[in-house]
């Protein structure tokens, strides 16, 4: 079946650059995800990538995606600590219409 | 367009209870999912429905566990005879069509005591 892992936490500076990493084992995932969610609240898509892309790039956000190693990464310029959050790697297979398998999701945690 | 709506936002019920937890999709949506996100986990899928039919219920419970979504108003998840393990945050998510990006809601959080 599908799986989906992250790393629990990540902790960085105000204005240094994140980079929230995820594994994936389904070779047919169709497109990948990455969600914010802060505290209390619900999950805000941040962007998505389809799988025949290598990299997507919107403002501050960098998505990364290396099929071969089934590795997708986010990375967030100029991290502010409104960034603060969880952050889910999330995908759907072929077909599985929005039928979204998460990650365990990384907390990230910007400091001053 | 206001969002996906959920309520209530928190539930309390006790053990053997039942709870029932409403969504609202965003005008325009009829396909309608429920994840479960038990506490430090990520969000599991439980059941996709659209108007009047489910399409797969693969992440449901097969007891106590129930939803629809029927031709006019909310879709409902109904939870029969709680028990502790139920106690989560029930987020439920819209989209127009079986697309890409679906909306979500702000979650109930359901404790039962």
């Known amino acids: 079946g599908e799986d989906v892992e992250q790393s629990l936490f990540l902790s960085v500076r105000e204005g240094d650059s994140s980079v929230i990493n995820c594994t994936y084992t389904d070779s047919s995932s169709t497109y990948l995800y990455w969600y914010k969610q802060e505290p209390g609240a619900g999950l805000q898509l941040l962007t998505y990538i389809f799988s025949n892309m290598d990299m997507k790039q919107d403002q501050r956000l960098t998505v990364l995606l290396n099929k071969k190693d089934k590795h997708l990464s986010l990375r967030i310029a100029d991290t502010q600590t409104g960034d603060s959050a969880i952050y889910f790697c999330?995908?759907?297979?072929?077909?599985?219409?929005?039928?979204?398998?998460f990650g365990t999701g990384t907390q990230l945690k910007v400091e001053l | 367009n206001a969002g996906v709506m959920q309520n209530p936002r928190h539930l309390v019920r006790r053990r053997g209870q039942e709870a029932r937890l409403r969504c609202s999709p965003m005008?325009?949506?009829?396909?309608v999912y429920w994840y479960r996100q038990l506490p430090e986990e990520g969000l599991k899928f439980m059941v996709y429905?659209?108007?009047?039919?489910?399409?797969?219920e693969s992440g449901m419970p097969k007891e106590r566990f129930s939803a629809e979504f029927p031709k006019e108003g909310p879709s409902i998840l109904r939870i029969q005879q709680v028990v502790r393990g139920d106690s989560a945050a029930y987020f439920c998510?819209?989209?127009?069509?079986?697309?890409?990006?679906?909306?979500f809601g702000q979650g109930t959080r359901l404790t039962v005591v």
């Open positions: 429905l659209q108007k009047e039919n489910i399409i797969d």
């Open positions: 005008k325009g949506h009829s396909h």
């Open positions: 998510a819209s989209s127009p069509t079986a697309g890409v990006e679906a909306f």
């Open positions: 999330a995908e759907t297979p072929t077909g599985g219409g929005n039928k979204l398998t």
